[in-house]
Protein backbone atom coordinates (compact mmCIF):
# COMPACT_ATOMS: atom_id res chain seq x y z
CA UNK A 1 0.00 0.00 0.00
CA UNK A 2 0.71 3.36 -0.97
CA UNK A 3 0.34 6.30 1.58
CA UNK A 4 1.30 9.56 2.29
CA UNK A 5 2.28 10.40 -1.70
CA UNK A 6 1.01 12.16 -4.70
CA UNK A 7 0.48 9.93 -7.57
CA UNK A 8 -1.06 9.90 -11.60
CA UNK A 9 -2.86 7.48 -13.17
CA UNK A 10 -4.62 7.33 -16.60
CA UNK A 11 -8.01 6.33 -15.39
CA UNK A 12 -8.45 2.73 -17.43
CA UNK A 13 -12.55 1.55 -16.51
CA UNK A 14 -14.96 2.59 -13.53
CA UNK A 15 -14.53 -0.44 -10.52
CA UNK A 16 -17.08 -2.38 -9.04
CA UNK A 17 -18.99 -0.77 -6.20
CA UNK A 18 -18.03 -2.02 -3.06
CA UNK A 19 -21.54 -3.70 -0.97
CA UNK A 20 -20.81 -2.93 2.09
CA UNK A 21 -21.27 0.86 1.52
CA UNK A 22 -25.67 0.20 1.39
CA UNK A 23 -26.68 3.39 0.45
CA UNK A 24 -23.75 5.60 -0.29
CA UNK A 25 -22.87 6.38 -3.56
CA UNK A 26 -19.24 4.89 -3.07
CA UNK A 27 -17.52 3.94 -6.06
CA UNK A 28 -13.86 3.66 -8.05
CA UNK A 29 -12.12 3.33 -10.69
CA UNK A 30 -9.09 0.97 -12.18
CA UNK A 31 -5.96 2.65 -13.43
CA UNK A 32 -2.62 2.82 -14.65
CA UNK A 33 -0.10 5.09 -13.82
CA UNK A 34 2.56 6.68 -16.12
CA UNK A 35 5.19 4.00 -15.09
CA UNK A 36 2.94 1.26 -16.10
CA UNK A 37 1.55 0.25 -12.79
CA UNK A 38 -2.30 -0.79 -12.14
CA UNK A 39 -3.73 0.51 -9.32
CA UNK A 40 -7.26 1.02 -7.53
CA UNK A 41 -8.72 3.97 -6.85
CA UNK A 42 -11.54 4.47 -4.04
CA UNK A 43 -13.88 5.46 -2.64
CA UNK A 44 -15.54 8.55 -3.58
CA UNK A 45 -18.96 10.05 -4.53
CA UNK A 46 -18.69 11.32 -7.28
CA UNK A 47 -21.18 13.93 -7.44
CA UNK A 48 -19.42 15.43 -4.53
CA UNK A 49 -16.55 16.19 -6.83
CA UNK A 50 -16.31 20.05 -8.08
CA UNK A 51 -17.32 20.00 -11.66
CA UNK A 52 -13.61 20.32 -12.51
CA UNK A 53 -12.51 17.34 -10.67
CA UNK A 54 -14.77 15.40 -12.88
CA UNK A 55 -12.95 12.56 -14.87
CA UNK A 56 -13.48 10.22 -17.88
CA UNK A 57 -12.14 6.93 -18.91
CA UNK A 58 -8.97 8.04 -20.64
CA UNK A 59 -8.19 11.37 -18.27
CA UNK A 60 -4.96 11.35 -16.26
CA UNK A 61 -5.29 12.83 -12.83
CA UNK A 62 -3.63 13.64 -9.89
CA UNK A 63 -4.05 12.63 -6.50
CA UNK A 64 -3.18 12.19 -2.86
CA UNK A 65 -3.40 9.02 -1.11
CA UNK A 66 -4.66 8.57 2.59
CA UNK A 67 -3.40 6.52 5.16
CA UNK A 68 -4.33 2.99 4.59
CA UNK A 69 -7.84 1.43 5.82
CA UNK A 70 -9.02 -2.40 5.94
CA UNK A 71 -8.22 -3.00 2.24
CA UNK A 72 -4.62 -4.43 1.89
CA UNK A 73 -4.73 -5.54 -1.50
CA UNK A 74 -1.30 -3.64 -2.69
CA UNK A 75 -2.31 -1.99 -5.91
CA UNK A 76 -5.62 0.01 -3.58
CA UNK A 77 -4.77 3.17 -3.40
CA UNK A 78 -7.28 5.62 -0.88
CA UNK A 79 -7.80 8.36 -2.47
CA UNK A 80 -8.31 12.45 -0.57
CA UNK A 81 -11.04 13.55 -2.85
CA UNK A 82 -10.43 16.83 -2.08
CA UNK A 83 -7.11 16.29 -4.02
CA UNK A 84 -8.27 14.89 -7.14
CA UNK A 85 -7.61 16.94 -10.05
CA UNK A 86 -7.66 16.66 -14.02
CA UNK A 87 -4.23 17.00 -15.63
CA UNK A 88 -5.33 15.79 -18.86
CA UNK A 89 -8.64 15.00 -20.86
CA UNK A 90 -8.85 11.92 -22.52
CA UNK A 91 -10.66 14.28 -25.35
CA UNK A 92 -7.32 15.53 -26.52
CA UNK A 93 -5.44 12.07 -26.83
CA UNK A 94 -5.64 10.51 -30.77
CA UNK A 95 -6.90 6.68 -30.80
CA UNK A 96 -3.26 5.55 -31.24
CA UNK A 97 -2.85 7.76 -27.49
CA UNK A 98 -5.57 5.92 -26.08
CA UNK A 99 -4.24 2.30 -27.13
CA UNK A 100 -0.56 3.34 -25.82
CA UNK A 101 -2.09 3.71 -22.42
CA UNK A 102 -3.63 0.24 -21.83
CA UNK A 103 -0.66 -1.45 -23.57
CA UNK A 104 1.65 -0.46 -21.01
CA UNK A 105 -0.34 -3.21 -18.31
CA UNK A 106 0.99 -6.25 -19.92
CA UNK A 107 -1.47 -9.10 -20.41
CA UNK A 108 -0.42 -12.15 -18.51
CA UNK A 109 -2.59 -15.30 -18.59
CA UNK A 110 -5.19 -16.08 -16.35
CA UNK A 111 -3.73 -19.08 -14.48
CA UNK A 112 -0.20 -17.30 -14.02
CA UNK A 113 -2.46 -14.26 -12.23
CA UNK A 114 -3.93 -16.68 -9.56
CA UNK A 115 -1.21 -18.07 -9.00
CA UNK A 116 0.91 -14.60 -8.42
CA UNK A 117 -2.59 -14.00 -6.03
CA UNK A 118 -1.61 -16.94 -4.02
CA UNK A 119 2.23 -15.79 -4.02
CA UNK A 120 2.25 -11.93 -3.57
CA UNK A 121 -1.22 -10.90 -3.06
CA UNK A 122 -1.85 -9.79 -6.65
CA UNK A 123 -5.40 -9.20 -6.98
CA UNK A 124 -5.21 -6.79 -10.32
CA UNK A 125 -4.42 -7.42 -13.97
CA UNK A 126 -5.19 -7.69 -17.36
CA UNK A 127 -6.32 -10.86 -19.40
CA UNK A 128 -6.71 -11.65 -23.43
CA UNK A 129 -8.96 -14.67 -23.91
CA UNK A 130 -8.17 -16.90 -26.44
CA UNK A 131 -9.37 -16.25 -29.63
CA UNK A 132 -12.65 -17.02 -30.15
CA UNK A 133 -13.47 -18.90 -26.73
CA UNK A 134 -15.16 -16.14 -24.56
CA UNK A 135 -18.94 -17.18 -24.15
CA UNK A 136 -21.20 -15.20 -22.41
CA UNK A 137 -23.74 -17.13 -19.41
CA UNK A 138 -27.03 -15.20 -18.22
CA UNK A 139 -28.13 -16.32 -14.58
CA UNK A 140 -31.34 -14.59 -13.61
CA UNK A 141 -31.61 -13.48 -10.12
CA UNK A 142 -32.99 -15.79 -7.59
CA UNK A 143 -33.35 -13.67 -4.50
CA UNK A 144 -30.56 -15.60 -2.35
CA UNK A 145 -28.15 -13.36 0.26
CA UNK A 146 -25.58 -13.54 -2.46
CA UNK A 147 -27.76 -11.91 -5.35
CA UNK A 148 -29.68 -9.00 -2.92
CA UNK A 149 -25.93 -8.07 -2.26
CA UNK A 150 -24.89 -8.33 -6.34
CA UNK A 151 -27.94 -5.94 -7.06
CA UNK A 152 -27.44 -3.49 -3.99
CA UNK A 153 -23.62 -3.22 -5.34
CA UNK A 154 -25.27 -2.28 -8.97
CA UNK A 155 -27.78 -0.21 -7.45
CA UNK A 156 -24.53 1.74 -6.03
CA UNK A 157 -23.15 1.92 -9.17
CA UNK A 158 -25.67 3.06 -10.97
CA UNK A 159 -26.83 6.09 -9.02
CA UNK A 160 -23.39 7.17 -9.78
CA UNK A 161 -22.76 6.48 -13.11
CA UNK A 162 -25.78 4.56 -14.72
CA UNK A 163 -29.46 5.72 -13.88
CA UNK A 164 -30.37 2.81 -15.65
CA UNK A 165 -29.13 0.37 -12.98
CA UNK A 166 -30.88 2.87 -10.26
CA UNK A 167 -34.32 2.52 -11.54
CA UNK A 168 -34.39 -1.17 -12.05
CA UNK A 169 -32.77 -4.07 -10.35
CA UNK A 170 -30.33 -5.91 -12.44
CA UNK A 171 -32.19 -9.17 -13.75
CA UNK A 172 -29.66 -11.31 -14.79
CA UNK A 173 -25.79 -12.15 -13.24
CA UNK A 174 -23.32 -12.16 -16.20
CA UNK A 175 -20.45 -14.30 -16.19
CA UNK A 176 -17.88 -14.91 -19.12
CA UNK A 177 -16.61 -18.31 -19.63
CA UNK A 178 -13.28 -18.16 -21.59
CA UNK A 179 -9.34 -19.66 -22.14
CA UNK A 180 -6.72 -18.18 -21.12
CA UNK A 181 -3.16 -19.53 -22.77
CA UNK A 182 -5.16 -22.94 -22.98
CA UNK A 183 -6.54 -23.08 -19.31
CA UNK A 184 -10.74 -22.84 -18.83
CA UNK A 185 -11.88 -19.86 -16.48
CA UNK A 186 -15.75 -18.71 -15.25
CA UNK A 187 -15.49 -15.37 -14.16
CA UNK A 188 -18.53 -13.52 -13.22
CA UNK A 189 -18.60 -9.83 -15.31
CA UNK A 190 -19.35 -7.20 -12.83
CA UNK A 191 -19.54 -4.29 -15.10
CA UNK A 192 -22.03 -1.67 -15.25
CA UNK A 193 -22.03 -0.59 -18.60
CA UNK A 194 -22.93 -4.66 -19.66
CA UNK A 195 -25.73 -4.81 -16.60
CA UNK A 196 -27.11 -1.50 -18.49
CA UNK A 197 -26.85 -3.62 -21.80
CA UNK A 198 -28.05 -6.17 -20.63
CA UNK A 199 -31.40 -4.35 -19.13
CA UNK A 200 -31.61 -2.53 -22.00
CA UNK A 201 -32.17 -5.71 -24.14
CA UNK A 202 -34.44 -7.37 -21.94
CA UNK A 203 -36.69 -3.98 -21.85
CA UNK A 204 -36.15 -3.95 -25.58
CA UNK A 205 -37.52 -7.44 -26.74
CA UNK A 206 -40.16 -8.91 -25.84
CA UNK A 207 -38.85 -12.16 -26.23
CA UNK A 208 -35.92 -12.93 -23.82
CA UNK A 209 -34.30 -15.47 -25.62
CA UNK A 210 -34.01 -12.55 -28.70
CA UNK A 211 -32.81 -10.10 -25.84
CA UNK A 212 -29.67 -12.81 -24.88
CA UNK A 213 -29.19 -13.23 -28.33
CA UNK A 214 -28.48 -9.79 -29.09
CA UNK A 215 -26.36 -9.80 -25.53
CA UNK A 216 -24.20 -12.54 -26.84
CA UNK A 217 -23.68 -11.02 -30.17
CA UNK A 218 -22.62 -8.21 -28.64
CA UNK A 219 -20.04 -9.93 -25.89
CA UNK A 220 -19.36 -12.61 -27.73
CA UNK A 221 -18.56 -11.19 -31.43
CA UNK A 222 -18.32 -7.51 -31.52
CA UNK A 223 -16.36 -6.93 -29.06
CA UNK A 224 -13.61 -9.26 -29.19
CA UNK A 225 -13.67 -8.55 -32.56
CA UNK A 226 -11.75 -5.08 -30.88
CA UNK A 227 -9.26 -7.25 -29.38
CA UNK A 228 -11.18 -6.87 -26.16
CA UNK A 229 -8.91 -7.59 -23.11
CA UNK A 230 -10.72 -8.01 -19.51
CA UNK A 231 -9.88 -6.04 -16.44
CA UNK A 232 -10.08 -8.78 -13.80
CA UNK A 233 -9.82 -7.99 -9.61
CA UNK A 234 -10.14 -9.79 -6.86
CA UNK A 235 -13.28 -8.83 -4.76
CA UNK A 236 -13.25 -7.42 -0.58
CA UNK A 237 -15.14 -10.72 0.80
CA UNK A 238 -13.93 -13.71 2.19
CA UNK A 239 -13.75 -15.76 -1.21
CA UNK A 240 -11.23 -13.22 -3.09
CA UNK A 241 -12.28 -14.82 -6.04
CA UNK A 242 -11.48 -12.89 -9.22
CA UNK A 243 -14.24 -11.13 -11.28
CA UNK A 244 -14.14 -9.19 -14.49
CA UNK A 245 -14.67 -5.85 -13.17
CA UNK A 246 -13.82 -3.96 -16.38
CA UNK A 247 -13.73 -4.35 -20.58
CA UNK A 248 -11.05 -2.71 -22.95
CA UNK A 249 -11.66 -3.26 -26.16
CA UNK A 250 -9.54 -1.20 -29.14
CA UNK A 251 -7.36 1.43 -27.13
CA UNK A 252 -11.00 2.50 -25.18
CA UNK A 253 -13.32 1.52 -22.68
CA UNK A 254 -15.86 0.22 -23.23
CA UNK A 255 -18.16 3.42 -22.65
CA UNK A 256 -16.06 4.84 -25.10
CA UNK A 257 -15.84 1.80 -27.92
CA UNK A 258 -19.68 2.46 -28.08
CA UNK A 259 -20.24 5.90 -27.60
CA UNK A 260 -17.22 7.40 -30.24
CA UNK A 261 -16.65 11.31 -29.66
CA UNK A 262 -14.53 13.39 -31.76
CA UNK A 263 -10.91 14.13 -30.57
CA UNK A 264 -10.90 17.65 -29.95
CA UNK A 265 -7.07 19.58 -29.94
CA UNK A 266 -5.65 20.72 -27.67
CA UNK A 267 -5.89 24.61 -26.57
CA UNK A 268 -3.24 26.23 -27.77
CA UNK A 269 -1.71 29.62 -25.48
CA UNK A 270 -2.74 32.81 -27.10
CA UNK A 271 0.31 34.84 -28.51
CA UNK A 272 1.43 37.59 -27.00
Known amino acids: M ?7 AWVLVPAF ?9 LVGCIGITPQGQLVRLYPWRFRDLRPEQRFACGDLIEYDTDAPGDDLRPETR ?4 RSVRVVQAAAYLTPQQHLQLWAQ ?8 LQQA ?6 SLGVVRPDAGSLRLHLNPMDGS ?3 RLLQEAFRQVGRAMHPTLARHPVEMEMSYRFTSAGHAHALRLLEGQAQASCLRHLR ?14 KYEQRLPALDLRLVVSTLRDPSHEFAVVGLLCNGTSLEQATRAAPVRRMPQPAAH
Not at 117 to 122: A, E, K, M, Q, R
Request: some cysteine; proline content about 10%; charged content about 25%.
Open 117 to 122: HLTDGT
Open 78 to 81: YVDT
Open 17 to 25: AQPEYRHVE
Open 105 to 112: APCVPMAD
Open 204 to 217: RHADPIEAQRQLRL
Open 2 to 8: VTGTTEC
Open 145 to 147: PRH
